[in-house]
């Protein structure tokens, strides 16, 4: 009994594998900038789909990577675009291996991803999602509706003042 608690315990410590799957460089660009803000990386990889590549040698290399990465957490596999080719090939692993894929990875989604990888692969999988959401922001809007709301206060707190002193 001892003995399957521990491996449960072990199971609960495991950190989920990390692939992503882009077009040309994009992925391993991606996480050389998660490693330049996070420092070492590590149990996780990129793979990219380049013009030219035969696709049963790309699921080859996705599956030997989902294979390695697996150390009892699953895979989360980050792509770069649904219905895009590297999204295609990612899919092909859900009927043969423990993964979730996520599709529009972007830096925001990807650091959140390396922070949160000790939750359950499907519960990170919708975490990622989250945080690549939020992670695309318009600034410019943003910072005008700032603006306007510090200008309305402004003008409020005026009138305020017009008003007490006219009371006064």
Known sequence: MAEANRDNSAEAQAEAGIIVVSHADYGSSMLRTAEFILG?????TSISVDVGQEVPETVRRLKDAAERLD????VIVL??????TPTNLALSLLATHRVEVVTGVNL???????SARRLPL???AAVASEAGVKGIVVPGSMLKSRQKASAD?????????????AKG
């Open 79 to 84: 792509t770069d675009m649904f219905g895009g």
């Open 122 to 124: 499907d519960q990170l």
């Open 71 to 74: 150390k009892g957490a699953g």
């Open 108 to 114: 925001p989604m990807l650091l959140k991803v390396f």
């Open 153 to 165: 206060r402004s003008e409020r707190a005026e009138r305020e003042d017009k008003a007490d002193k």
């Open 40 to 44: 070492p990386l590590s149990d996780c």
